[in-house]
């Protein structure tokens, strides 16, 4: 299995800006979740889904964060209007079930300018 | 809330053990332990559903003591692969096993 697929791997723009990450999660996990590592916040849980349906998204930021899983193998995390406090490396990550461990992409090193 | 984890950071010598903590002021549901490496994304080396329970992973083992709120991991005899931040992970409610929240990691050198 290729693994959890994330793209890009390095955005640059600029604040105001809209920036979409994408994820492919491993075929056959019905859990997918997006992370966001800092290094004064750490890994913070955003959002995940479950059979691509949300079920928390208490840790989305703000109303400028919104995420989507349109099917099983695909999911996207927006920001529009981007700022620079959004910078930031964002994981997605998926799971066969909550009881069993995550597999983590590679991630989004963001910066906004 | 997050786990706490102690220590912060350790610096060892190929070939000496650590030990790894990551406790909560809430229950313990269960405890999930991951290795990032500089760069890299987090992997996962094991979770522990239930109190009591130790596993294993190369020479990582960890256990977990549900009525302390608390679980450790051992590296025994290190190696210079096991450089990296480790992190614990927990969901902190019954409703919601899949927030997992992270402690803030433990930062493991291991030197020739």
């Known amino acids: 299995d290729a693994g959890v697929i994330q793209s890009p791997r390095h955005e640059v723009t600029e604040m105001g800006q809209e920036v979409t990450l994408r994820c492919k999660p491993i075929?056959?996990?019905?859990?997918l979740f997006w992370y966001r590592q800092t290094m004064m916040r750490g890994l913070e849980l955003l959002i995940y889904f479950n059979n691509n349906v949300p079920i928390d998204d208490s840790g989305m930021p703000e109303d400028r964060f919104s995420a989507k899983m349109p099917n099983a193998s695909f999911s996207t995390l927006k920001i529009q209007p981007s700022e620079p406090r959004d910078s930031a490396v964002y994981f997605c990550?998926?799971?066969?079930?909550?009881?069993?461990?995550?597999?983590f992409g590679s991630g989004t090193r963001l910066t906004v300018v | 809330q997050q786990p706490v984890q102690s220590p912060q950071a350790v610096i060892l010598r190929e070939g000496e053990d650590a030990v790894i903590n990551c406790s909560s002021s809430?229950?313990?549901?269960?405890v999930h332990w991951y290795r990032q490496k500089h760069g890299e994304a987090p992997v996962f080396l094991m979770i522990?559903?239930?109190?009591?329970e130790q596993k294993g992973h190369e020479k990582i083992s960890a256990s977990f003591n549900e009525k302390k709120q608390q679980s450790s991991l051992y590296l025994t005899a290190s190696q210079l692969s096991y450089s990296g931040t480790y992190f614990c992970g927990a969901p902190m409610t019954t409703d919601s096993w899949g927030k997992l929240q992270f402690g803030a990691g433990t930062q493991v050198v291991v030197t020739p």
């Open positions: 522990l559903l239930k109190g009591g």
């Open positions: 990550a998926s799971s066969k079930e909550t009881v069993y461990g995550y597999t």
């Open positions: 075929s056959g996990h019905d859990y």
């Open positions: 809430k229950a313990l549901y269960s």
